[in-house]
């Protein structure tokens, strides 16, 4: 892999035309971690980056506009698969880059569970539409006859990723994914150093024919007037130093979204609870070692500072330095005991050197681990030095003196590599001081069993840190580590750390699309959303439960008759379930209660004759009913009352990949005087088609969801 990497532009491979003006002679030339040897050239010379975000505004969101969130989420699903069938081939290239086995379940892996995460997430949470409502309708006129909500829409841009070298796939999908999922295309800028990995799926990705045209697009290089070229409706996510950010939020433009992952001083606090033979200090101890060899230290989220309480600085020290000793194995990640691989280039090894030099001229001392070149183990199983090789050996410093009076650079200086520094503390206070020194975070870890502790700490850090890990002897063991965020949750953090929101479960495809306060007639906003409101039309031509979702529409609706409600329906119940509470047995008590007039029918009751009086008991295309949501119970029901159901379809999901779907029902509990007694959603299963002949087998068929909502 010496020619110059191609870039992936408009479903097509790119390279530079020219390749004797353009080719390796001009380009940039990218090494092998270990030996030094080139393994690839990068250049962009000639290529339209202009046409490359005009092709993702039209081409990529005309194919992804036409899916719906589940259908782009049963795609990342596919992506995943692929990605998985290939891996091995991934982990071989990643040993060019440094990383080892274990880096590469962090980064391969992890990108892939990235995809898989979305994929479950988006069938699970979103609708199998195109818009997402957020929140419920609030009501604007008195007669029901004005109605606003939230809805979110996908921006008509181009989701600009710009990527850091150290997780060349797991930190580009954290990115892809979400923005895939809202339905924005992707143009994706790996760095320069691991920009032949980005290559490799982004190609196994494109092999699987199942890429929506225009939908991802890679420039293998630099991008040159890129941001000349973007404007309102475009987003730009960028992981790397906080002043390459500043600089490209600038050149970003005011219509531009910009989000940003960027150095991060992360902290771990060891309680004062969590004393040798503890453990809590062994997991301690443990998850230091790992965030100080795992990709070499390369890791936006690795530990840079360790807060020990004073007392326990030498005994953490002595314990890192056993488990060194017994655990790292530091050499070229093709040879089998390797445990601990090279820094991405040479360059980037000088410049760990650099941040070393300026925290031991803040006063820090080395104690384990040097800065010298080790001798390490080659691809052959040899062992010896590696001069073109970029390797270091595990490095931690201490400082001494007054914890408040440290030198700033101790909490300024990130050496992004196997570095991390032991500070002291001497009160829980204190501690809290030294992680808020940091100046914003992306992860903040604590190790104790004290809930004091750790609720103090939550209390003075949660706002300095995009997340706080709380280890102790129950999750030490299961617990995902300091260094490693998850799809479900936020990865980001304040100030210093960036601002920005690269994960977060459903959160992260939300930064892809734009909330609007949408206002109009319950019938407009029916017909906007895909979602039955109240007062918007409905139909009750037959019983909406005799229906396959062929045949269902928004509104279909059934009421039923009234149902009298006696005292001994009431006891019945209350002896029947055991619920004797007062207000249902006591007249006397129900009465002094400020909420009843009397004694009065169980809540549960009154929903359970509910689906008495709206079911329909033939087997049919209805195949279960899973649940309830939002009830509410609002007037209270007396012996002697009477209650009906008002049942109306209110939103049809179809399952992508199953003979049935979701619908979800409206459901209006009324009394005589048709006074709102209670509203709830029905949430059943259906069948997307039936054969009232054949009433134990639904076929199978895909109706489109209904409604320009969906």
């Known amino acids: 892999m010496t020619d110059t990497l191609p870039s992936y532009l408009r479903d097509a491979w790119w390279s530079p035309a020219d390749r004797e003006a353009h080719g390796p002679a001009d ?39 036409e899916l719906t969130f589940h259908q782009r989420a ?142 991802l697009q890679l420039v293998s290089g630099s991008v040159p007037g890129l941001f000349d070229h973007l404007g309102l409706g475009d987003l730009v996510g960028f992981t790397g130093s906080a002043s390459t950010a500043a600089r490209l939020r600038e050149q970003a433009g005011p219509g531009v979204r910009f989000t940003s992952e960027t150095d991060s001083i992360n902290a771990s606090v060891l309680g004062p609870d969590a004393v040798p033979g503890t453990v809590e200090f062994d997991a301690y101890v443990k998850q230091l070692l790992i965030e100080l060899t795992t990709k070499a230290g ?50 980037q090894r ?64 990130e050496a992004f590599g196997p570095v991390a520094s032991v500070l002291s503390y001497r009160s829980v206070d204190e501690a809290a001081d030294l992680v808020g020194r940091g100046g914003g975070s992306l992860v903040t870890s ?24 709380f280890l102790d002897r129950d999750d030490a063991r299961t617990s ?33 699309m734009q909330r609007t306060a949408v206002q109009g007639s319950p019938a407009m906003l029916t017909a906007l959303t895909g979602v039955w409101h109240q007062g918007a039309a409905s139909r009750s031509d037959r019983h909406p439960f005799r229906k396959s979702l062929a045949e269902l529409r928004i ?23 055991g619920d004797l509470f007062y207000a249902h047995m006591d007249e006397a008590a129900a009465a002094a209660n400020p909420f009843f007039p009397g004694r009065v029918a169980h809540g549960y009751l ?28 609002v007037t209270p029901v007396s012996p002697g009352d009477e209650v009906r159901v008002v049942l109306t379809a209110k939103q049809i999901t179809p399952r992508e990949t199953d003979e049935y779907g979701e619908v979800r029902w409206d459901a209006v509990l009324l009394n005589q005087r048709d006074e709102l007694v209670a509203t709830y959603d029905v949430l059943t299963l259906v069948a997307k088609t039936w054969d009232e002949g054949d009433a134990g087998r639904p076929a199978s068929a895909s109706p489109e969801p209904a409604g320009v909502g969906a």
């Open 27 to 65: 380009a940039v030339a990218v090494r092998d971690a270990s030996t030094g040897e080139i393994v690839t050239h990068v250049s962009t010379a000639g290529i339209d980056l202009a046409g490359a975000l005009e092709y993702a505004r039209t081409v990529g969101q005309a194919s992804l506009g």
């Open 74 to 215: 049963l795609l990342l699903k596919e992506f995943a698969v692929a990605l998985t069938a290939r891996k091995e081939e991934l982990y071989e290239l990643s040993k060019r880059a440094g990383a080892t086995v274990r880096d590469s379940l962090n980064d391969v892996d992890g990108g892939i569970g990235v995809l898989f995460t979305y994929a479950s997430k988006g069938r699970r949470e979103l609708p199998n539409a195109r818009v997402y409502l957020d929140g419920p309708v609030e009501s604007l006129a008195k007669d029901g006859s004005f109605l606003g909500r939230h809805v979110y829409s996908r921006l008509p841009g181009v989701a600009v990723q710009i990527n850091a070298f150290n997780f060349p796939m797991w930190g580009a999908l954290e990115k892809f994914a979400p923005a895939f999922l809202a339905g924005v295309p992707s143009l994706v800028k790996p760095a320069t150093p691991t920009a032949y990995i980005a290559e490799a799926w982004v190609r196994i990705l494109a092999e699987t024919g199942r890429l929506p045209a225009g939908s």
């Open 298 to 347: 390369q890791k936006c989220t690795a530990i840079r500072r360790a807060i020990v309480p004073s007392g326990l600085v030498p005994a953490v020290i002595d314990a890192l330095r056993d488990r060194i000793a017994e655990r790292v194995v530091v050499g070229d990640p093709h040879a089998e005991n390797v445990t601990m691989g090279p820094l991405v280039s040479r360059e």
């Open 350 to 413: 000088d410049e760990v050197l650099r941040a070393i030099e300026a925290l031991q001229t803040a006063g820090g001392r080395i104690v384990l681990g040097g800065t010298e070149a080790p001798d390490v183990v080659r691809a052959d199983g040899s062992t010896g030095p590696a001069p073109e090789g970029a390797f270091l050996t595990p490095v931690v410093l201490a400082f001494d003196g007054d914890p408040s009076a440290l030198p700033d650079a101790v909490h300024d200086v």
């Open 446 to 469: 604590v190790a104790t069993a004290d809930p004091a502790v750790a609720a103090t700490l939550l209390a003075r850090t949660a706002a300095y840190n995009g997340r706080l890990l």
């Open 480 to 512: 995902t580590g300091h260094g490693a965020p998850v799809p479900h949750l936020v990865h980001g953090g304040p100030g210093r750390a960036g601002g920005g929101e690269e994960l977060g479960g459903i959160r992260a495809v939300l930064h892809h």
């Open 555 to 577: 509104g279909d609706q059934f009421a039923s008759p009234l149902r009298a409600v006696t005292l001994d329906d009431i006891e019945t119940f209350a002896h029947f379930t």
């Open 606 to 633: 009154l929903v359970s004759w509910a689906a008495g009086l709206f079911v329909d008991p033939a087997p049919g295309p209805v195949l279960a009913n899973y649940g309830l949501e939002n009830l509410r119970f």
